[in-house]
């Protein structure tokens, strides 16, 4: 879950991450709005790839990228139990301030 949160943590890999939305790219096609060189794009992509992030197929000379959705669920179950958690910190706070208003 490190490497998930490691690879998103960089604004250029959440745009490439974006970019791919639900469709299958190349890296040239990832590239080209991007104002870095395509071998900068590349090591990013690596990166995402390294954290499960990313699927890569090979069609003759060019790579075709897209989202693994699948990647993303460990950080998401994380995040999910930690809303869950501050939620029920927050709801609890809101009783303990409604309970006490009198008082004050």
Request: proline content about 4%; charged content about 30%; aromatic content about 6%.
């Amino acid at each position: 879950m490190t490497s998930i949160f490691h690879a998103l943590a960089a604004p250029t890999r959440r745009q490439l991450v974006e970019a791919l939305g639900s469709e299958e790219r190349t890296v040239s096609e990832l590239a080209e709005p991007l104002s870095i060189s395509l071998p900068a794009v590349s090591k990013h992509l690596v990166v995402l790839e390294r954290a499960g992030l990313l699927k890569r197929r090979r069609e003759g000379r060019s790579f075709h990228l897209r989202v693994r959705r699948e990647g993303l669920q460990p950080a998401l179950h994380w995040i999910e139990q930690q809303r869950q958690l501050w939620e029920g910190s927050f709801d609890k706070l809101a009783d303990y301030l409604e309970e006490t208003k009198d008082e004050r």
